[in-house]
């Protein structure tokens, strides 16, 4: 069973992602952290994120570290908008998540073209949204949890912006798949989130 979770930054998406890959017994690919580290070899490399090919570049990062918190930093999020632009990076990317999703025993990946591109065939596609107000508030409690310093009102225009890029762009835009349900986390707690993911996937099984 493929289980493709997709929406914009900070709609809870990661949250209810590994929480069905635990409850379900499923591996799970975030698959905004390859993305990241490509964004973030770029910038090693002294490279441009905008230029397609300094950006491809980029792609030969080396392996992910998960828990790697300077990947998880909005500034590596920021430059993942940038290099995700590129079709070529997307393209060298493909790979590596397709074969994730067709592994035997099934798979959890949440993204931006899950259910678009990666894994059209998935069982399950889940389309988490919620406001912007929601989304930078929470972002804006996780980063007062890690100890860094930020404004509400920049991380809500950090938001748009990459929002606006990541719709707006023509290779794989975030969109919900037509046969996606969709899930508005914004009045939604943490549980009751997980709960109704959780019976979603229940329900299309
Ligand atoms: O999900 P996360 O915030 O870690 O993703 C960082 C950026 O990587 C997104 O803003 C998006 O531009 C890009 N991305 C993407 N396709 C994916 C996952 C992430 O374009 N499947």
Do not use: C, W
């Not at 549980?191 to 019976?199: H, N, P, V």
Request: hydrophobic share 40%; no cysteine.
């Amino acid at each position: 069973m493929i289980i493709a979770v997709d929406g914009p930054t900070a709609s809870g998406k990661g949250t209810i992602s590994k929480a069905l890959a635990h409850h379900f017994g499923l591996p799970h690919l975030d698959t905004g952290l390859l993305y990241r580290a490509v964004g973030r070899q770029v910038a090693l490399n002294g490279g441009n994120p905008d230029n397609p090919r300094d950006a491809l570049k980029g792609t030969e990062f080396a392996d992910l570290l998960l828990e790697d918190d300077i990947l998880r930093s909005e500034g590596s999020g920021s430059l993942a908008s940038r290099v995700s632009i590129h079709p070529e990076v997307r393209q060298a990317l493909f790979e590596r998540q397709r074969n994730f999703a067709t592994q035997d025993g099934g798979a959890v990946l949440d993204g931006r073209d899950i259910g678009t591109v990666i894994a059209p065939e998935a069982e399950v596609k889940l389309f988490i949204t919620a406001s912007v107000d929601a989304r930078a508030q929470r972002r804006h409690a996780e980063m007062i949890e890690r100890g860094v310093e930020s404004g509400l009102q920049e991380i809500a225009d950090d938001l748009r912006r990459r929002d606006q890029r990541d719709i707006g762009r023509k290779d794989a835009p975030l969109i919900a798949a037509p046969d996606a349900l969709v899930l508005d986390t914004s009045t939604l707690g943490k549980d009751a989130a997980i709960a109704a993911a959780i019976a979603a996937v229940e329900q299309a099984m």
